[in-house]
């Protein structure tokens, strides 16, 4: 969390000296999203100021794929699903070699029960970025999950932590994975490594913000999270 306020800090400077910059505005916005679905950050409007700071940028460079991108990611935790869908698709179609793009779609897919497709973006994103960022792997090990992949899902999510062990919800999809396979011992110790990161985790919380479309895969993915040992 002190990264994401020293990178908002910049960011806002950034804006400060060039109120145009729409891509500062766009990345402004995703440290809010970051605040907002790491619980750090309990104002309701924290989520709101991430998607209007991502409607600023594409109001200001509507050709930015990335600022649609986010805008896609912010409108799925708002829980506008067919709105998230389209930015995500009008990102790809604006620069369809963008490799990050895919994978947001693919993200974005994931959680409104599309996880099949995603796995073929997932895919042509590495392709396209063999130097991927960790964070195409805890999509990839979502989509897996949810496709009943369970092993694959571990292994993509093993790799990511090998790369950042802090990274909060690869230990809290680990949880949930390892609980719905019955492993009680690796779950417990994956909430107990998101819990060291992130002490004030609430499922409660979690519960009201999860943007799957599915009630019933919420309902899921908490009963497995309250298995591991989770409140």
């Known amino acids: 969390m002190e990264a ?13 000296l060039d109120p145009q910059y729409a891509a500062a505005y766009a990345s402004l916005g995703w440290t809010y999203w970051v605040e907002w679905t790491s619980q750090q950050n309990q104002d309701p409007q924290t989520l709101e100021r991430a998607f209007e700071l991502a409607q600023k940028a594409t109001v ?4 930015l794929p990335f600022a649609h991108g ?5 409108s799925l935790w708002k829980k506008q699903h067919e ?3 389209a930015e995500g698709e009008r990102a790809i179609a604006l620069d369809p070699n963008d490799a990050d793009s895919y994978a947001r779609l693919g993200y974005i897919l994931t959680l409104v029960g599309r996880p099949e497709e995603a796995l073929g973006l997932m895919e042509k994103a590495m392709r396209l970025n063999p130097r991927y960022p960790v964070w195409y ?3 990839l090990g979502l989509a897996y ?3 009943g992949r369970y092993e694959e899902a571990i292994a993509a999510l093993k790799r990511l932590l090998t790369r950042d062990p802090n990274f909060v919800n690869a230990h809290l999809v ?3 994975i390892y609980s719905e396979l019955g492993r009680e011992a690796e779950a417990r110790a994956a909430a107990a490594a998101l819990l060291r990161l992130n002490p004030n985790f609430s499922l409660e919380v979690w519960r009201q913000r999860l943007p799957y479309k599915d009630p019933a895969v919420v309902e899921r993915y908490l009963d497995a999270l ?5 409140k």
Request: glycine share 6%; proline share 0%; net charge neutral.
């Open 4 to 16: 994401n306020a020293q990178a908002r800090q910049m960011l806002e400077k950034a804006i400060e």
């Open 60 to 63: 200001l460079d509507d050709s």
């Open 70 to 74: 986010f805008l896609g990611i912010f």
């Open 83 to 85: 709105q998230a869908i």
């Open 137 to 139: 792997l805890l999509n």
């Open 145 to 147: 999950r949810f496709t």
């Open 174 to 176: 680990l949880a949930a």
């Open 226 to 230: 309250r298995q591991a040992g989770l």
